[in-house]
């Protein structure tokens, strides 16, 4: 048996990545638009999330982290996740969890285009894993 190198494997992807994004950069390109919400302030996910910028940061991604005191409603939420889904510059969208009592994850976790849905937890991005 063979044991995987978690860090190094992690590494060895993030170097490749970084040279992908700067060619397509250097070819005039668009380089990829990750979009973090952040919703309250639960030390947790504001480390979790910090680490995502800065892996983007790390691979020449773009970042934009959209920041929501908890007392922001549903709608409000659902309205900024549906202008991102028809954003073209944005390429991935992450909704930090937990998020506050009041407003539903999988609601929210629905309204993410599939095709921008970096966690996989829509409904959608989980079939497709679960038929390969």
Do not use: W
Request: charged content about 25%; hydrophobic content about 45%.
């Amino acid at each position: 048996m063979q044991i995987l190198d978690g860090k190094a494997a992690a590494q060895s992807i993030k170097d490749a990545l970084k040279l992908d994004v700067a060619q397509l950069a250097s070819n005039g390109k668009e380089v990829p638009h990750l979009v973090a919400i952040l919703v309250g302030n639960n030390g947790a996910s504001e480390t979790y999330v910090a680490a995502k910028v800065k892996a983007c940061e790390e691979v020449g991604f773009k970042s934009t982290l959209i920041r929501f005191e908890s007392t922001i409603t549903a709608f409000r939420l659902l309205e900024t996740i549906r202008e991102l889904n028809s954003d073209p510059d944005v390429d991935g969208i992450l909704v930090q969890l937990p998020l506050p009592a009041h407003i539903s994850s999988e609601e929210i976790i629905n309204a993410i285009d599939p095709s921008k849905d970096v966690d996989g937890f829509h409904p959608v991005t989980v079939g497709r894993l679960v038929l390969g």
